[in-house]
């Protein structure tokens, strides 16, 4: 079988290095990719928004099956765009179509759906320009802190915590009134602030079956202790110790069955991943928000803890046979750090020569904003560079296999965390 994954972070590596083991895959092609995929499989040169070069390639190369890793291809419409072509309809494609993908599209759509079929999550209102005073008014009878979100896609920057109702005023008008996330920030959720413990929990669907993955809790803080700006992830860790077998079973009857039920009653068929993101709130799970894909850099400690043939659970998945599929989990624990480039979430340079990654010994070490230069040197081309991945039988291993690689990883204005996953050592003391 020939694969095609889209997207060029840790995840689409991770999906990949995976992926080139099984003996299903025949070539395996990855687009954009980064430096790391290219090791593993062959990178177009493609954006993964560009459909109609993705349809070439897959007709060029006689793909069968095609991944879909970000989320900003499948809200787009991505899955519509192959059945609305009769060149394609026999080609499978991992990923929900844009009515699905409305779960992680539109924060309002996905809110309604919750209250629609009964799935615990934090009380909120929706707001547009056009009921602005409605919604200060609202705002102000809220206790604090209060959480505002845009209701679409805003790469991982649109949602507010604000302390204050000054604060959230200025940023419920800054949205609506300055269209600070443009388009996205057209609606805005105010929501109830959930105070507990976080984690994501990652269900695979084929339309009737589901299977669920192993759960992750990442690190979104840039600073240690989770202090500062929100970042796209700077750590995972799984399994996660406060997620018990008593509390998973509550997830899957309260939160994933009402889930994949009621999309189904909106007549959408979701072949996918499905991330929730959850709190953990005395030992009930509250839905945060759903994502349509696996998360980054979740993937890269779920990835190595799947000990079954990923290709063929990818196969399964597609041709909605995940019910006969033993999917095989390890018990070991995974830890990631992810190394960033000097200055992100702001602004940061790209180009750093990276130096030592082959030095790195007994870990995952998965790609993210990589490329190559000139000269075949690996290169930073993004502000998360790269995921480190130990995988070992207790999470203090883990934690120092994976602390010893971020170490060893050089590029000028390297930084990462030193404290991934020691809040969950403590909490198993």
């Known amino acids: 079988m020939n694969i095609l994954i889209l997207g060029s972070g840790g995840r689409e590596h991770a999906f990949a290095w995976k992926i080139a083991q099984s003996p299903l895959c025949d070539s395996l092609y990855v687009a954009p990719g980064n430096a790391g995929t290219a090791a593993v499989a062959t990178n177009l040169s493609i954006s993964y ?48 179509n844009k009515a699905g993908a409305q779960l992680e599209g539109s924060k309002d759509f996905s809110k309604l759906f919750m209250q629609k079929y009964g799935i615990p999550t934090a009380s909120s209102k929706t707001f547009t320009v056009e009921t602005l005073e409605q919604g200060l008014e609202y705002l102000e009878a809220q206790p604090l802190p209060i959480v505002l979100k845009a209701d679409g896609l805003a790469a991982g920057k649109g949602v507010i915590i604000a302390e204050k109702h000054s604060e959230a005023e200025t940023a419920f008008r800054e949205m609506l009134l300055d269209r600070k996330f443009g388009d996205a920030g057209n609606k805005v959720v105010v929501e109830q602030f959930l105070k507990g413990i976080e984690l994501s929990v990652f269900v695979l669907s084929d339309g009737e079956h589901y299977k669920i ?25 799984s399994p996660v110790a406060f997620a018990d077998a008593n509390f998973l079973k509550k997830v899957d009857e309260k939160v994933v069955k009402p889930t994949l039920h009621g999309l189904k009653s909106e007549g959408i068929k979701y072949v996918g991943f499905i991330f929730i993101g959850l709190m953990n709130i005395k030992g009930e799970p509250f839905v945060i928000e759903y994502n349509v894909r696996m998360g980054d850099p979740e993937t890269e400690v779920v990835i190595p803890r799947i000990q079954s043939d990923f290709a063929m659970l990818m196969a399964s998945t597609a041709k909605g046979t995940l019910n006969d599929f033993e999917l095989q989990i390890s018990p070991q624990v995974a830890v990631t750090t992810v190394v960033v ?52 039988n207790s999470l203090e291993n883990a934690v120092h296999k994976s602390q010893r690689a971020a170490q060893a990883v050089q590029f000028e204005g390297k930084y990462f965390r030193h404290d991934i996953g020691v809040d969950l050592i403590r909490y198993n003391d």
């Open 49 to 96: 928004n560009d459909f109609d070069a993705i349809a070439n390639a897959v007709l060029e190369n006689r793909i069968e099956l095609v991944i879909v890793g970000p989320e900003e291809p499948l809200v787009n419409g991505i899955v519509d765009y192959f059945e609305s072509r009769a060149d394609l309809s026999k080609v499978k494609i991992i990923g929900p």
């Open 213 to 237: 993955l192993p759960e992750a809790k990442d690190y979104k803080r840039i600073g240690e202790n989770d202090t500062g700006l929100n970042t796209g992830g700077m750590g995972a860790v």
């Open 341 to 392: 480039s000097g200055g992100y979430p702001g602004d940061y340079e790209k180009g750093k020569v990276i130096s030592g990654s082959q030095k790195v010994e007994d870990v995952f070490l998965y790609h993210a904003g990589t490329t190559f230069n000139g000269n075949t040197e690996v290169v930073t081309n993004g502000g998360r560079v790269m995921a480190l991945t130990g995988l070992a």
